[in-house]
């Protein structure tokens, strides 16, 4: 089936191809996934990676990604969190050195629920940015991506073939599940035990059609004079056509050094200064007002 | 009530790709139909939707009175219509043959005797020896694994049978033994048979009925002779009737029908015109009407 | 049937015979990199089933580490080292800096397995009493519980858990995510070796 | 020199019991168009493969004698140097696809043998262009039609201008619009390009017109070697091996049996209409 020419199918979604994304190249995409997801590393303050994540949201929208596709998180952002409270209520740690709050009949520790909170704004601000990437990049993306970063042609063949199956793999899940159906398997009708059992259902066809797959690609790489080696039988260093071909423009450099150079910037301010510690948060600080705490 | 009612059925996929642009189409019990058609014209989403395995963007589509789109109507629906896929692998999910062949009346609460006597007789139809059941459906041969699937759709007993590319890859003594086993369900008991396939002198050969889409559209719908004997239109599917019926049209004869089909029919039409046109030649006599070569291999009464 | 003339003689699928020409080639790495591929695509699906994040309680994504290192060695090694990486981002279970944490956890999780079965001669298509003890106690407690450990180390280095809820968490994490090892990798190995051994893909020794 | 050359060649695929391929001697001179026929597992495509060298070198079992490529034994080049001298497209178009646009996938070969930059960009085009793929460039390979797909394959293996070209039934999976596309391209290399063309297929009225000489496969042997018209000329030897030549072979060749018919049997719809016309009792026009 002849896809439309206005969508972009990404790893994640489907984007259109005006995205204004696309007037990047895709080393400055990987510079976007790299500081969005390294930075929060280096970030406290809460409200500063809630500001960042305020900012992916914005480059969500801007960049046309159809944000029904994000509501697969949705639970994900729930169960998470609780996971982090429950676990710092129940194991906050040595209680003689923390701060005992009571509320609504409840007896909590202070500090670890403080970091229980900034740990999971980190992690959001971090997951986000990864998605927002494989939110608008194609496979094609990170390979010329991973090539023009000079990684060895071995290394990034690699990548894009194990990011092109996962592709075929979920095309082939989808058939898989419609021949399912066609011989009367009713999903909603199923056990427990008899969904465990599904699953073999799934994986034998997707290993034999994966084992056949393997043989026939190796085949044909044999037959296109590809060598483990990677290296031309003249010897020498093969060609790179594409990775020469895709340009860097100014917009890419400025944008991409501008990013590395705000993220290496907040590294060092992180390190020296206590500008993106807890202690510097007035969200924090107003809470700790708010709870009576010193 | 038809087996199959479609009613200004479309499906779009999830990037927006309109796959079918409103078809309206009817089948009867007891017929048999091939869906051709160019890559990318729309003739597997179509034949997904008639069963049911994809479900309408709007329209309707109804099986035996049951609407495809009412959720919980799988088991009702595979009773009724059964969906061979083109792949064998991504349908075979057992370690066994016989198990495979079980797999669909198990799903369907069927219990053994019984069982054991669908898997035997879906097997027996499907031209799959007993002495297979333990082998593993990986290691067989591909034009073993499609019978395979085919007896494992077989063994849900549906009504009509839709089957996606049956002879693709296959030589002509596979293609002519797997059509030659549909034409004996469709013939000798009563299934309706609906197959998709490039392959026009198969078409020609087994189909009753010959439905070309174009563009999600159906732009041909009639009897094999009839859709063949109208190159024009059917150049707009990108589609070619077979090389004997291109002869009969491109010569012109009065004396050979234009919807010849087969090999023989031209053969006995271009005798009969020479022997018509010279009965002085001894030659043409001797060996002009011999009825008995007016049978084709594989081709159905008339 | 061929898959059943090795039984009762377990170990002997390692063995490479004489004349038998064995060494690493191109299937290798293609089959590394699918395998990259469809533990991208369970590592995802079964991340988001159980939508549970960071906490790899109950993830699919080990079974396919374990049994692809036991199938394809060190390529199965690599492959379970690196999928995690996308399959964590995609599935928003794990940000890029602590699935490359994980890493350590991800080579034990596959390593242990593979050095079980070659070490102790079990056969992976679990036809005796001894194949499923070896699989059972090396590739699904032994490996869980290292991987565990690592992981909540990590865990608690990114400030994800508190340290006190570390010895809980090592053990939640390890029987948990024991249970969909052992289904999962069960089943794969039972039904799905069959069809690999007789493959080229299929390493005897470490690399080929 | 003979292009391609096989003496006493037995394979026997590993897990098998039976040779795939029994005793083959078959010489193909250079510039020959080669059409192999034969019914399913008859080993036709063990045959091209054996040539193309995927046997032994890619898959496993057991090679007994010696398959000769312009005079040096196959399994001794080197891939990326048998690649300029063999090209070969395999059944179907999607399992040989490896990179992720089209462009990629037609330079993957040229990148492989390490020619300059500049030479890549022609080849490129100039392999684009015979296959008609020019618009297609920037789209993932696995995101078009069949027959673009298949059109793509033959793209990605003609730019390293092989002296040799395999087309292992380069038209089994496409719609008829694709085939005949396919066909022709085959017919451009013949002619223009002065390429050994060897082609596996079932839709034998296809490639029928184009064939030197047609190598009839039965049974892991090479039973027949000889031009078209004469190989079709023995009907009931080829149905009774489930073969079928072009139904216009068929059609004159019955009615050769039946003495109305003397000319050389016909192998297209063109010289199916001019047989007809040579008829002095038939066409009446």
């Known amino acids: 089936m002849a896809r439309s020419e206005f969508a972009k199918k990404t790893l994640l979604g489907i984007v259109p191809a005006d995205s204004p994304f696309y007037a990047f190249h895709p080393v400055t995409r990987l510079a976007f996934l790299f500081v969005l997801s390294v930075t929060p590393m280096f970030i406290d303050r809460p409200e500063i990676n809630l500001a960042i994540i305020a900012m992916t949201f914005g480059l969500f929208w801007w960049g046309r990604v159809r944000m029904s596709d994000l509501k697969k998180y949705r639970l994900l952002l729930v169960t998470v969190a609780l996971f982090m409270f429950i676990v710092a209520y129940l194991a906050p740690g040595d209680k003689a050195q923390l701060t005992p709050v009571r509320l609504v009949g409840l007896t909590l520790y202070w500090e670890p629920m403080r970091w229980a909170f900034v740990s999971y704004v980190r992690l959001m601000a971090m997951l986000f940015g990864a998605i927002l990437y494989f939110s608008t990049n194609r496979e094609r993306d990170v390979l010329v991506g991973l090539r023009t970063l000079r990684l060895p042609f071995q290394v990034s063949y690699v990548a894009g073939l194990s990011l092109r199956s996962a592709g075929m793999f979920m095309e082939d899940f989808a058939t898989i599940r419609e021949a399912e159906q066609a011989r009367a398997l009713d999903l909603d009708a199923l056990s427990l035990r008899e969904k465990v059992k599904l699953y073999t259902m799934y994986t034998v066809p997707l290993f034999a059609v994966a084992l056949r797959r393997a043989d026939e690609i190796s085949a044909a790489l044999y037959a296109r004079g590809y060598t483990l080696s990677g290296r031309p039988g003249t010897g020498g260093k093969r060609t790179d056509y594409l990775r020469d071909k895709s340009v860097l423009r100014v917009r890419d450099w400025v944008v991409s050094f501008g990013l590395l150079g705000t993220f290496v910037v907040i590294a060092i301010v992180s390190r020296t200064t206590g500008v993106f510690s807890i202690q510097a948060s007035p969200l924090i600080g107003f809470v700790e007002q708010l709870l009576g705490i010193g | 009530m038809s087996l199959l009612e479609v009613n200004d059925l479309t499906f779009q996929y999830e990037d927006g790709t309109s796959a079918l642009r409103g078809i309206d189409f009817t089948v009867e019990e007891g017929e048999f139909i091939a869906l051709i058609g160019q890559n990318g014209s729309g003739k597997t989403t ?54 495979e062949i079980a797999y669909g009346p198990t799903n369907l609460g069927i219990d053994d005797p019984e069982r054991d006597e669908i898997v035997r007789e879906a097997a027996a139809a499907a031209g799959v020896r007993e002495a297979l059941f333990t082998e593993h459906p990986f290691f067989l041969t591909k034009g073993l694994r499609q019978r395979i699937a085919i007896a494992s759709t077989l063994a849900m007993r549906p009504k009509a049978i839709i089957v996606d590319e049956p002879t693709t890859g296959q030589d002509y003594r596979q293609s002519a033994e797997i059509m030659t086993f549909l034409t004996r369900l469709w013939r000798d008991e009563g299934h309706t048979i609906i197959i998709v396939t490039h392959e026009m002198p198969i078409v020609a050969a087994y189909a009753q009925r010959v439905v070309a889409l174009c563009e999600g559209r159906i732009l041909l719908d009639g009897t094999t002779r009839d859709v063949f004997a109208r190159p024009d239109e059917l150049r707009r599917t990108f589609v070619k009737p077979p090389q004997v019926t291109r002869l009969a049209q491109a010569w012109g004869d009065p004396g ?27 030659a043409g006599i001797s060996g002009g009407t011999d009825p008995a070569s007016a049978r084709g291999p594989g081709r159905k009464g008339q | 049937m061929a898959t059943n003339s090795a039984a009762g003689s377990s170990g002997r699928i390692w063995v490479v015979e004489e004349g038998e020409r064995r060494s690493p080639g191109i299937i290798h790495v293609v089959m590394m990199a699918l395998f990259i591929g469809i533990g991208i695509v369970v590592g995802t699906l079964g991340s988001l089933a159980i939508p549970i994040g960071f906490v790899s309680a109950f993830w699919p994504g080990q079974a396919v580490q374990a049994v692809g290192s036991i199938w394809f060695g060190a390529w199965g090694v690599i492959a379970g080292m690196f999928f995690p990486f996308i399959s964590n981002a995609m599935s928003g279970s794990a940000p890029i800096p602590v699935s490359a944490a994980y890493l350590p956890a991800n080579f034990i999780q596959g390593f242990l397995a593979v050095a079980a079965f070659k070490l102790l001669k079990g056969d992976p298509r679990l036809l005796t009493a001894r194949d499923w003890t070896i699989w059972v106690v090396f590739g699904v407690l032994v490996a869980n519980f290292v991987g565990a450990f690592w992981g909540t180390y990590v865990l608690s280095w990114f400030g994800l858990i508190t340290d006190q809820a570390r010895i809980p968490a090592l053990l939640g994490w390890t029987f948990g995510n024991s249970i969909p090892s052992l289904i999962f990798g069960s089943i794969l190995l039972k039904y799905v070796t069959p069809m690999v051994i007789r493959s080229k893909a299929f390493v005897k020794g470490w690399w080929a | 020199m003979n292009a391609i050359e096989l003496s006493g060649v037995t394979w026997r695929y590993e897990h098998a019991k039976e040779p795939a391929l029994v005793d083959v001697d078959l010489a193909i001179p250079e510039g020959e168009f080669v059409l192999v026929i034969g019914p399913n597992e008859a080993g036709k495509t063990t045959l091209v493969s054996a040539i193309k060298g995927l046997i032994p070198n890619s898959i496993t079992g057991v090679l007994k004698g010696d398959v000769l490529v312009f005079g040096e034994r196959v399994e001794s080049i080197k891939p990326p140097v048998l690649a300029k001298q063999i090209g070969f497209v395999f059944a179907d178009p999607e399992s040989q696809f490896t990179a992720l646009t089209v462009e990629e996938e037609i330079v993957f070969g040229l990148e492989n043998v390490g020619w300059p930059r500049e030479t890549i960009g022609k080849r490129v085009e100039w392999a684009a262009r015979i296959t008609g793929v020019e ?23 003609i730019a390293m201008q092989p002296r040799i070209l395999i087309l292992d039934e380069p038209t089994a999976m496409i719609d008829p619009l694709g085939k005949d596309l396919v066909v022709r391209i085959c017919a451009e290399l013949k002619n223009d390009h002065d390429m050994t063309i060897v082609v596996v297929e079932h839709n034998i009225e296809a490639f029928a017109p184009l064939a030197d000489k047609v190598v009839m496969v039965n049974e892991g042997r090479v039973e027949r070697v000889a031009p078209p018209r004469e190989i079709f000329r023995d009907l009931d030897y080829l149905l009774a091996r489930d073969v079928h030549p072009p139904q216009v072979s068929q059609v004159f060749g019955r009615l050769r049996e039946r003495g109305l018919y003397r000319g050389e049997l016909p192998l297209s719809d063109e010289e199916g209409f001019a047989s007809w016309r040579t008829l002095p009792e038939g066409a009446a026009r």
Do not use: C, M, W
Request: hydrophobic share 40%; charged share 25%; glycine share 8%.
């Open chain 4, 135 to 157: 618009d297609l460039l920037d789209k993932p390979p696995y995101d078009i039609s069949g027959g673009q797909k298949q059109r793509v394959a033959i793209a990605s293996v």
């Open chain 2, 46 to 99: 179509f034949a997904k939707s008639l069963a049911g395995l994809l479900r309408p963007t709007t329209g309707r589509v109804v099986v035996d009175g049951i609407d495809t789109a009412r959720k919980g109507v799988i088991k009702e629906l595979v009773r009724r219509i059964g969906y061979v896929f083109q792949n064998p692998d991504h349908q075979l999910f057992n370690n066994n043959v016989y198990d």
């Open chain 2, 256 to 282: 050979i029908a234009s919807d010849v089909i087969t090999v023989e029919e031209l053969v006995d039409g271009a005798v009969s015109s020479i022997v018509g046109r010279s009965s002085a030649s001894p």
